[in-house]
């Protein structure tokens, strides 16, 4: 088992396409986008159920696990289970479809930019007229 520290966003697509499962074992989480990448990348998900993503995203059993937060003997137990059981890592695979290709973030992060300068340019002349005024004069 390998557990990564810090790793770059332009990455992370190679990353969840090698991991065998992704683990977020959080007190709280409001969400855990992380979960939602590693499913993108059909790899399935050790979650607690504090986390958004759990009932949600992660069905316990199916595409992986749902545990309390704090015990870690359950999700040590999760972890040796999904990393040895292939048939529930690959019913995770059947569920979400092949893995994405790599390289596609660039593309995102293009259009989230080419989106986001309208948006941007409305806003401020929407919020802030005075500004607007002075900067036709």
Known sequence: ????????????????????FAVLASQFDQWGLCISEAFAAKCP?????????????????????????GDVHILAERMVVLGSDLALR????????????????PL????????SIPIVTHAKNTLNPKERARSQT
């Open 45 to 69: 998900a050790i979650v607690t159920w504090t986390c958004g993503v759990a009932g949600e995203l992660v069905a316990d059993g199916i595409d992986g696990f749902i545990v309390e937060p």
């Open 1 to 20: 088992m390998v557990i990564l520290d810090s790793v770059k966003n332009l990455d992370m697509p190679a990353v969840y396409a090698l991991a065998e």
């Open 90 to 105: 690959g019913a995770s695979l059947r569920k979400h479809g092949p893995p994405p290709t790599i390289g596609r973030p």
């Open 108 to 115: 995102f992060a293009s259009n989230l930019i080419d989106l």
